[in-house]
């Protein structure tokens, strides 16, 4: 189909230009970091607790969503996209609260070092790291003990491929879902694998052939995009991995990358559902889940996560 009217209609507004400007990640975070609704309009939620936890590399913001008063939850950590250079707890605060709300699920979000101050493997590690101090917290945090999930969009998305994959060959925890919004899982851009990435990659918000400039300030130095790690859709041993929900968009640069991973993971014999949200666009969590053909989004994570 074609793309909403409502985004085209951003789309349209956004000036055309042949030449595309270098990227400058101080400029890139304040277009990406700016707010869509004032907090008195977003999902309220139950209680909202700002932490920093102390980890061995960096002291790492977070933000607690409670849905409600209860005797244990079941928890999820959330990372926000942004490229690995921006996002912060504000600017994914309007996404999580529905996700906590509907799912019911304990929410914490990640505050993760950005680049390129903080270059691959600084986000990863956070992530990983405040996953596992969750686990070490079970009574402070009223955890259930087993309902550990992980969801991320974009660039989150790729870090809650590799938190799973760190999960499993560490075994120090065990994640029991796992989320993927629109995500970004194979980092190397010398070449374009995925039809999606040529059909998409212009005039969609995100630009195909500004990805490469983008990912050289997450992976700084000789990082090989081969490693599972920098891009899990390069993993061929995808076994005993949690369950996953992949959610895709149709004119989206990943979408092909994102349903490549969801099939992978099924014949591995891993549950993977995908969902596609036809006429849309890369990022319309949060800023478009208004409309009626993506609002229930959240809902259907909701049933994911709460499924046996």
């Not at 079970?138 to 003990?145: A, P, S, T, V």
């Not at 195909?208 to 899990?232: K, M, W």
């Not at 005993?240 to 004119?251: H, Q, S």
């Amino acid at each position: 189909m074609p793309v909403h009217p409502e985004i085209k209609k951003i789309l349209d507004f956004i000036p055309k230009s042949e030449s595309k400007p270098k990227i400058i990640p101080e400029e890139h975070r304040k277009m990406f970091d700016a707010p869509v609704l004032p907090v008195e309009q977003r999902v309220q939620v139950y209680s909202v607790e700002e932490r920093t936890i102390t980890t061995a590399e960096a002291d790492i913001p977070v933000r607690i969503y409670t849905p409600k008063e209860a005797d244990s939850y079941p928890i999820l950590m959330y990372f926000h996209g942004g490229a690995f250079m921006s996002g912060t707890l504000d600017s994914h605060d309007e996404v999580v609260r529905p996700i906590c709300m509907e799912s019911g699920y304990k929410v914490i979000s990640v505050g993760y070092r950005l680049a390129p101050e903080h270059p691959f493997p600084a986000a990863l590690v956070d992530s990983y790291n405040v996953t596992k101090w969750a686990t070490q917290h079970k009574d402070e945090l009223k955890w259930d003990g087993k309902n550990l999930a992980i969801a991320g969009d974009s660039s989150g998305g790729n870090l809650v491929a590799a938190v799973s994959l760190m999960a499993r060959d560490k075994k120090e925890f065990t994640i029991s879902k796992q989320v993927l919004f629109y995500p970004s899982l194979d980092l190397d851009f010398s070449e374009f694998r995925y039809p999606s990435l040529v059909e998409n990659g212009k005039g969609y918000f995100v630009e195909s052939d500004q990805l490469a400039e983008i990912n050289s300030f997450y992976l700084i130095g000789n990082v090989d995009t081969n490693n599972p790690l920098v891009s899990p859709i390069r993993e061929k041993n995808l076994e005993k991995l949690p369950a996953a929900l992949v959610i895709t968009a149709e004119y989206d640069p990943f979408r092909d990358e994102g349903e490549l991973f969801a099939q992978n993971l099924q014949k591995c014999g891993v549950h993977a559902e995908v969902k596609r949200y036809e006429g849309a666009t890369h990022g319309f969590l949060g800023k478009f889940t208004h409309l009626d053909e993506y609002k229930d989004v959240y809902k259907r994570t909701a049933d994911f996560l709460n499924s046996k």
